[in-house]
């Protein structure tokens, strides 16, 4: 079992309690739900950089990454940086994050914001725009292509957009429909977690162009984003890199500085 199947394997079983606590109507009714999204595409579209920031505490892959960095600074920095978009992960068990680290960057930033998280239930989708999130991460390898239809529609219908991660040919080949916005490819292998580039250089040629490419997963350096940037890429998901700084907005600015040169 590789670990994205073991998280999955949880994650059904915190979303089944989760429904019984919070009901579906009671989410409805959240100050939030009817906030108009903020596009993370149109930014995508108009930046030279591309970077969608990540607040990451921890990973299965790293272990701790940096505990001390609270979301407020983090997303305020974010914004002050330039980032076309805030990534937070709502993981408890594996990434140490919550759906309260989602709300506090809503209340603390205007960037659009991507609720990172294991989606196997719609639930969490109606979940995710009750919590102030723009955006949705669908993950190919853990849902069938009609749970991916069911899903990329459903958050369309709630004005999320939506962020569709594969890892190889065959996931590109289930999850190419028209209620996907971007398509991300993951440079991660989940069974080594070894990293490379190749992975999206590979896939980008057989990506429609009517989908914004998303590079995700080992960018940590300027290089590496102009290496993909010929290949049609034009995000560029980051976490590890500015979170293990003491200050990730800074090292954001920074970045973004040295891609701009």
Known sequence: MNILDKITRDKRIEVNLRKQLIPIKQLEQSILFNKTAVSLVNNLKNSTSGIIAEHKRRSPSKQVINHDLNVFDVAKG??????????????????????????????????????????????????????????????????????IKQFSELAKSLNLEVLLEIHNEEELHKSIMPSIDMLGVNNRNLKTFNVSLETSKQLSQLIPNEFIKVSESGISSVEAIKSLQPFGYKGFLIGENFMKTNNAGESAKQFIKQINL
């Open 78 to 147: 974010y914004e002050s940086a330039g980032v076309c978009g805030m990534s937070v992960l709502t993981d408890g068990k594996y990434f140490g994050g919550s759906l309260d680290d989602l709300l506090t960057a809503r209340s603390n930033c205007n960037l659009p914001l991507l609720r990172k998280e294991f989606i196997i239930d719609s639930y969490q989708i109606i979940e995710a725009k009750a919590y102030g999130a723009d955006v949705i991460l669908l993950i190919a390898a853990i849902l069938t292509k009609n749970e």
